[in-house]
């Protein structure tokens, strides 16, 4: 794949092209583990925004007729530039795809300072039987938290943590279902997954 599509990573209409096509196939839920906390900026893209804004208002001009058609071009050759809006096209037309999340673990001092929003904050469960139950499955708090950019994030189907922990030997052994953000406990990426497929909240 690096031969035929070059070195990771990939540009975001690569892996929006990826995802119509696997959406297509029939896939009943897709994980994009990928994390996009970031707008991928192209140069070439803020180039042209940049000629656009100056050639507008000449546009609008009495003679700025002859400038619509440039205008237009550059308009198209923007969406075909924009990889952000490309992905969350196909991410929103596939309607089944898990986007994942990542936490800084650790015990935090106090409330957290980042605001979430409603996309991501509409994947965290406010209640569960046993977050201290140390023989079952513990729940590890988080110090800071990394989530996809809201772009993204909003098209999604569900969000879900990446995060592993290993034990003392360092082995990873099990795996972390729930992940406490100041009281609101975010599942897996896998769980996520998981429940996505069985149609389950």
Same mark, same amino acid.
């Given at each position: 794949s690096i031969d035929t599509i070059g070195r990771w990573p990939w540009p975001r209409s690569v892996m929006a092209d990826a995802l119509d096509i696997i959406s297509e196939?029939?896939?009943?839920?897709?994980?994009?583990?990928?994390?996009?906390?970031?707008?991928e900026t192209n140069p070439g893209l803020v180039v042209l925004k940049q000629v656009k804004d100056q050639l507008t208002p000449l546009a609008q001009g009495k003679n700025g007729a002859e400038l619509a058609p440039v205008i237009e071009t550059i308009t198209?050759?923007?969406?075909?530039?924009?990889?952000?809006?490309?992905?969350?096209?196909?991410?929103s037309l596939s309607g089944n795809v898990v986007l994942p999340l990542y936490f800084d673990i650790g015990t935090p001092e106090g409330n957290p300072t980042e605001q979430l929003? /409603? =996309?991501?904050?509409?994947?965290?469960?406010?209640?569960?039987? $046993?977050p201290n139950d140390k023989?079952?499955?513990s729940v590890r708090q988080a110090l800071a938290i990394k989530v996809p950019i809201e772009k993204f994030a909003k098209e999604a189907k569900a969000?879900?943590?990446?995060?592993?922990?290993?034990?003392?030997?360092?082995?990873?052994?099990?795996?972390?279902?729930?992940?406490?953000?100041?009281?609101?406990?975010? /599942? =897996?990426?896998?769980?996520?997954?998981?429940?996505?497929?069985? $149609?389950?909240?």
């Open positions: 196939a029939g896939a009943k839920v897709i994980g994009l583990a990928v994390l996009y906390t970031e707008p198209n050759a923007e969406g075909q530039l924009d990889t952000d809006e490309k992905l969350a096209g196909s991410i929003t /409603p =996309s991501v904050v509409k994947n965290f469960i406010t209640q569960i039987d $046993n023989d079952a499955a969000i879900g943590h990446l995060n592993v922990y290993p034990d003392r030997d360092g082995i990873y052994r099990s795996h972390m279902l729930l992940v406490d953000y100041s009281g609101q406990y975010f /599942p =897996s990426f896998a769980t996520q997954l998981a429940a996505t497929a069985l $149609n389950l909240k």
